[in-house]
């Protein structure tokens, strides 16, 4: 091999790091500035008071409630505002016209249950309703660092609701409170329970 190949080969890898690192470097940034951005819901009573409400139907969602392995995890109690999700409809599911994906104004908090019957922030989500963002014009569903967000729709051929209640979206989950050893955009975290959930 040439010192001229040996040396362009080097200066490629060399690139190739770089962006990968740089890449890291910038998913790190993002989720920092998500996770600065929610800090001030780390207590449900500022969220409710910024117009995040309980989802219907209350329930805290684990892995085992939606038929899956339970060492997958849970998501918690989901705290969604109406307002940017654009809710139309609550009857019979849960419908709006919601296109907003800014993490750093999150249109869902993600609370678990704790023992002592508080509950603590663990991750932020945003949901786009499929019809309302495939009607603004977007092909395929949003990506959020490079990863296309959930497809959620419910399959009446099984006794569980695969999308909580709501009509067709596509949602993405960021834990940025609590560390997800599956990743911090994977749908369920193994780190969250709902073990001490008292139920609506």
């Known amino acids: 091999m040439t010192n001229s ?48 409400i309980l989802a219907p139907p ?65 991750g932020v989500e945003n949901l786009v309703f499929q019809k309302a963002w495939h009607g603004a014009g977007n092909d395929g569903p949003p990506v959020l660092l490079g990863r296309n967000w959930d497809t959620m729709a419910d399959n009446p051929a099984t006794e569980i609701d695969e999308a909580h209640g709501f009509e067709p979206h596509y949602d993405q989950h960021v834990w940025v409170f609590r560390e997800n050893p599956s990743g911090p955009l994977m749908p369920f975290n193994p780190a969250v329970t709902c073990e001490h959930h008292k139920g609506g």
């Not at 200066?11 to 929610?38: F, P």
């Open 58 to 122: 209350g329930e805290c969602v684990d892995a085992a409630l939606e038929g899956l392995p339970a060492e997958w995890g849970a998501m918690g109690l989901h705290y969604i505002h109406p307002g940017l999700l654009n809710i139309t409809a609550t009857e019979p599911r849960v419908n709006g016209g919601g296109t907003h994906t800014d993490f750093t104004e999150p249109a869902i908090l993600l609370y678990e249950p704790q023992a002592d019957g508080s509950l603590e922030l663990v």
């Open 5 to 52: 190949r040996r040396i362009c080969i080097a200066a490629m890898l060399a690139m190739s790091v770089t962006a990968a690192y740089g890449g890291a470097v910038e998913d790190k940034a993002e989720l920092a500035a998500i996770r600065d951005s929610a800090t001030k819901y780390k207590d449900v009573e500022a969220a409710l008071a910024a117009g995040y």
